[in-house]
């Protein structure tokens, strides 16, 4: 089992940054493909961002190539979502997830990941 707690979240100008992290916690935290996921209202859940269990590999979605950086630091059982340049279409809710994985990959799609955070609000205003 693997727990997830994301924080970081908040209200930002278009324009402005924000970094988010994603406390993992559990017997396997340390050998979890990780990612990043989003949900605005009325829309599907959309991947944003996702590192290998190593940091060694690392896949963006097109809307954020550019402006987000995923980092991890295995020490702390933490991952980062660095965004910057935000713009009001990120607005939404941002989900953690990780999966169990002995093998160095990177995992784009949400079926692949088997635990999820509560999810933080991140909020870009015009």
């Known amino acids: 089992q693997v727990q997830l707690v994301e924080s970081g979240g908040g209200l930002v100008q278009a324009g402005g940054s924000l970094r988010l992290s994603c406390a993992a916690s559990?017997?396997?935290?340390?050998?979890?493909?990780m990612g990043w996921f989003r949900q605005a209202p009325g829309k599907e859940r959309e991947f944003v961002a996702a590192t290998s269990h190593s940091g060694g590999s690392t896949s963006y979605a097109d809307s954020g190539k550019g402006r987000f950086t995923i980092s991890r630091d295995n020490a702390k059982n933490t991952v980062y979502l660095q965004m910057n340049n935000l713009k009001p279409e990120d607005t939404a809710v941002y989900y953690c997830?990780?999966?169990?994985?002995?093998?160095?990959?990177?995992?784009?799609?949400?079926?692949?990941?088997?635990?999820w955070g509560q999810g933080t609000q991140v909020t870009v205003s015009s």
């Open positions: 559990g017997r396997t935290a340390s050998n979890s493909a």
């Open positions: 997830a990780a999966a169990t994985s002995w093998i160095d990959q990177v995992l784009v799609t949400a079926q692949g990941y088997h635990y």
